[in-house]
């Protein structure tokens, strides 16, 4: 298994490897600008400033992060924010952890349009769960669901990961408790309900676009199996289940912990075999094929991976005046007095464990800017061009 440290980087395969896949393959603008921008973090081209330490007077340079959701570096600080900012919101108590999966039958409708695929997929989803709060317990409960669209292997594999709160609130007008010990709703009916309610968006939304024979082999093929969806139960802390999901907010295809080595032909990474117990087990993919499975990955310009629903949805909760116990134990210490609220930096510090502002050689003196580093300017012309420029 790669160690943390880990010195290969999905920016060298980009290096390497991208001429010869734009070469072969017809990349879109937003997959060009996400990979210009890998190969770009974290380097001087973006600029970032010169720092002293106080103490010992240690020189360090710091380059600026690109901040691509697609970028391995650049998601860490935005993973820990969004887990602190979502726990601080949630209601209290028990929360379920249910993954909605997609056939393989239909992952040509995804790659011919993603962003429709994904919407439909957050709809479906949604939906379901809506249906199952209100006609199994008379609810309107929540979701906080996250996209994914990769296997371990870098496969496509569209799936939505969802935390759902053991409570909803009732027509009554009540906070209402529901769920079993081990799952929320029984999965074998989530799992029907949701492959009719995807399928009959999908066919209803190609006949609104003149299509409706489009893809008829590869819908009817996904009406065979069924659906795989995963309901976990959790003894443990809305906290708990939130870090969890946490771990798949800001998560990219692959992460540059796992790739072990990086060859003139083959790139060679970690991958946990599910048939096999989820064991870790090496990959070996041709270069090119590697770089292209990536860019599978890479979300259209817009799409939220992100979604909230019912009262998780600041719409719903506001329409529905919903007050959960954590706001209003927040709220009225916000309102005495607002400079209490630590800033960005000092959250990150609280939150990752460490100070970086500290001086990595005497670990006593803090680090002092001294001096900005421009942005080096890149010469007018057409992005796949200046990317083509900067590759091997």
């Given at each position: 298994m790669a160690a943390p440290g880990s010195?290969?980087?999905?920016?060298t395969v980009v290096h390497r490897f991208g001429r010869e896949l734009m070469e072969k393959q017809r990349l879109n603008a937003v997959q060009v600008k996400a990979l210009h921008n890998i190969i770009q973090c974290r380097t001087a081209s973006l600029g970032g400033h010169e720092e002293v330490c106080e103490h010992c007077h240690e020189k360090r340079y710091s380059y600026n992060s690109c901040g691509d959701r697609h970028c391995p570096k650049c998601q860490a600080t935005k993973q820990a924010l969004w887990v602190?900012?979502?726990?601080?919101?949630?209601l209290p108590i028990k929360h379920y952890h249910i993954i909605f999966t997609v056939p393989h039958a239909?992952?040509?409708?995804?790659?011919w349009?993603?962003?429709l695929y994904y919407n439909l997929l957050f709809g479906a989803v949604w939906r379901t769960l809506h249906s199952f709060g209100y006609s199994e317990y008379g609810v309107e409960t929540g979701a906080i669901a996250v996209l994914h669209s990769w296997g371990q292997n870098l496969s496509l594999h569209p799936h939505i990961h969802c935390i759902v709160p053991a409570a909803g609130y009732s027509l009554k007008g009540e906070w209402k408790r529901i769920g079993k010990q081990k799952q929320l709703f029984e999965v074998h009916q989530l799992s029907h309900t949701f492959k009719g309610k995807f399928l009959d968006s999908l066919r209803r939304k190609l006949r609104k676009m003149g299509m409706p024979n489009a893809f008829y082999k590869e819908i009817q093929q996904a009406y065979k199996p069924d659906w795989v969806v995963f309901c976990e139960g959790s003894l443990?802390?809305?906290?708990?289940v939130i870090r969890y999901l946490g771990q798949y907010t800001h998560r990219v295809a692959l992460s540059n912990h796992r790739i072990l080595d990086i060859t003139p032909t083959h790139v060679r990474f970690m991958a946990k075999d599910y048939r096999d117990g989820a064991r870790q087990k090496p990959?070996?993919?041709a270069g090119e094929e590697f770089l292209r499975r990536f860019c599978q990955h890479?979300?259209?310009k817009g799409l939220m991976r992100i979604r909230r629903y019912g009262i998780y949805h600041h719409t719903t909760k506001a329409r529905m005046q919903l007050q959960f116990r954590t706001e209003e134990a927040i709220e009225p210490k916000k309102a005495k007095d607002k400079k209490q609220k630590p800033n960005t930096a000092e959250r990150v510090m609280q939150l990752m464990g460490f100070d970086p502002g500290i001086c990595p050689k005497c670990k006593k003196g803090r680090m002092q800017v001294v001096a900005q580093l421009p942005r080096i300017r890149a010469p007018a012309g057409m992005l796949p061009?200046?990317?083509?420029?900067k590759l091997l």
């Open positions: 010195k290969h980087e999905l920016a602190e900012e979502v726990t601080r919101l949630a239909l992952n040509d409708v995804c790659l349009n993603p962003t443990a802390s809305a906290e708990h990959v070996t993919l890479i979300f259209p061009l200046l990317l083509l420029s």
